[in-house]
């Protein structure tokens, strides 16, 4: 989908952007920014897009993302607007690559930085032990000023230098082409009828219409701008469903599976393998067992 350009607002007085968000959800658009960006969360859950990957996020998952990739975060209902009560939180850092001065990446001393900047393009997902010290010191930062700020940045950056073995790429090779607003629009209500209504059937007729556009014109639309089918963007939506139903480990897979919209167990289980990459009970077994490691993960393509 073609991204929006988004400005991220910093202080005169600062070089970076910290911030410690409690509030409805996290927004909903699709967008991209020049700055790299540090995203914890706190408390909440859904399903989050970043560049051709689509995974459900919960408290505790903890990504850094490089410069200029597209990314959204769609909370799950328990922390929307149709709860009063429900919020999310996170602490996000934004900060240039430049943000130490246009010299500093090539200086021998900064190599590992430099490669982790060119690494983040694809996305990052942290965890273990660095993700422990990186939250330490986001929460250092918070209260930091002058000096110690920067001093803390670089911190968690050699943090991260230096545990790249608890590290994960998150995206495949990602491009993209930017946005007008009318296109961000009509992707937008593909994008939010489809969250909304995953669990029943949808036709293409259905979604066409949402679009304003005739079938095919709509599958030539939508393959030009996400680089795949519609279907098979409605079938990874409801796989990351299916994920979260399993790490819950309330309900039997295949009650889980009918209630996130598959209406047969073989196509399912064949869809969840080509996606995941694991069976359900491999799946479910690989994160129950590693409850701390990551938050539920749809295939790496």
């Known amino acids: 989908m073609k991204p929006h350009f988004h400005k991220v607002p910093v202080e005169p007085e600062s070089s970076f952007s910290l911030r410690h ?7 909903s658009v699709w967008h991209y920014h020049p700055e790299l960006e540090l995203h914890y969360v706190v408390k909440g859950e859904g399903v989050r897009f970043i560049g051709d990957n689509i995974r459900n996020f919960s408290a505790g998952e903890m990504v ?6 597209p990314h959204t975060w769609r ?21 240039l690559p430049t943000c130490f001065g246009r010299d500093f990446l090539n200086l021998p001393e900064a190599v590992g930085i430099r490669a982790l900047f060119e690494r983040a393009k694809m996305g990052i997902t942290i965890r273990g032990t660095a993700k422990l010290r990186v939250v330490n010191l986001l929460k250092q930062s918070l209260n930091a000023s002058g000096l110690d700020r920067l001093v803390l940045l670089l911190s968690i950056l050699q943090v991260l230098v230096d545990h790249v073995s608890e590290t994960e790429t998150i995206t495949s090779t990602f491009t993209f082409t930017k946005s007008n607003e009318q296109e961000m629009a009509r992707l937008d209500k593909i994008y939010s009828y489809t969250l909304s209504n995953y669990k029943k059937e949808i036709s293409l007729s259905e979604i066409a219409s949402v679009a304003n556009m005739s079938k095919t ?10 680089n795949k089918t519609y279907f098979e963007f409605l079938t990874e939506i409801r796989i990351s469903h299916v994920c979260r139903g399993l790490v819950e480990n309330k309900k039997p ?49």
């Open 217 to 226: 014109s709509f599958c030539r639309y939508f393959k030009l701008m996400t």
């Open 64 to 69: 850094l993302l490089g410069e200029n990739l």
């Open 75 to 95: 909370c799950n209902k328990d922390y929307s607007q149709d709860n009063p009560d429900g919020r999310v939180e996170a602490m996000v850092m934004h900060f």
């Open 253 to 301: 897979t295949e009650v889980i599976c009918f209630e996130c919209g598959f209406n047969n167990i073989s196509n399912f289980y064949r869809h969840f393998k080509k996606v995941t990459g694991l069976t359900p009970f491999e799946y479910k077994n690989r994160y129950l067992s590693h409850p701390l490691a990551a938050t539920p993960i749809l295939a790496e393509r």
């Open 21 to 27: 968000d409690i509030k409805r959800d996290f927004g």
